[in-house]
Antibody, heavy 122, light 106 residues
């Protein structure tokens, strides 16, 4: 059973960089056929896709966040990470990591982390 | 980028059938996947592709698609189905979610 677990600071100051890590267990992040994604949810709102990374390091970001987002992968630790720069209060949200199954069509998110709340405040 | 549009709220009487819809141009090219989210929990995949259910999802959940509209149908809704439901699909900008539908079981 694949499990994903987010970790990182729950409080970030405005203008700083939000950094989160997702640790994958029960499966190898180096397995082909999966995109490793970050998704966020503002309080009381819907889901927003942030971006994904393939184990090779290829990335794709939401155009609305692209200038501030970096997703990286560490296959030796079976982890992938999110960095979001120049944060404001509008970046306060629950951040989820998830696995997207892209081995063949159709694509879908089959495993999710439990989510971690990140608050941007001074 | 295109958008996925969902009704904000839908209600259904216990044991009745409800359809939750998702509209968007990307659905003409990509199948939708559907996620159930209960308060304080992560989303859970309930339907993907044409009409596929992951293991453990009751068969009262089904999916369909026509043109630019994808639908999630719950046949014989149960109290435990009360939740938010989100559709998702690929698009030219990567990936997108609908705004979500809050399902109330009366």
């Amino acid at each position: 059973q694949v499990q994903l677990q987010e970790s990182g600071p729950g409080l970030v100051k405005p203008s700083q960089t939000l950094s989160l890590t997702c640790t994958v267990s029960g499966g190898s992040i180096s397995s082909g056929g999966y995109y490793w994604s970050w998704i966020r949810q503002h309080p009381g709102k819907g889901l927003e896709w942030i971006g994904y990374i393939y184990y090779s390091g290829s990335t794709y970001y939401n155009p609305s966040l692209k200038s501030r987002v970096t997703i990286s992968v560490d296959t030796s630790k079976n982890q992938f990470s999110l960095k979001l720069s120049s944060v404001t209060a509008a970046d306060t949200a629950v951040y989820y990591c998830a696995r997207e199954n892209v081995g063949r069509l159709p694509y879908y998110f089959d495993y999710w982390g439990q989510g971690t709340l990140v608050t941007v405040s001074s | 980028s295109s958008e996925l549009t969902q009704d904000p709220a839908v209600s259904v009487a216990l044991g009745q059938t409800v359809r939750i819809t998702c509209q968007g141009d990307s659905l003409r090219s990509y199948y939708a996947s559907w996620y159930q989210q209960k308060p304080g929990q992560a989303p859970v995949l309930v339907i993907y592709g044409k009409n596929n259910r992951p293991s453990g999802i009751p068969d009262r959940f089904s999916g369909s698609s026509s043109g630019n509209t994808a639908s999630l149908t719950i046949t014989g809704a149960q109290a435990e189905d009360e939740a938010d439901y989100y559709c998702n699909s690929r698009d030219s900008s990567g990936n997108q979610f609908g705004g979500g539908t809050k399902l109330t079981v009366l």
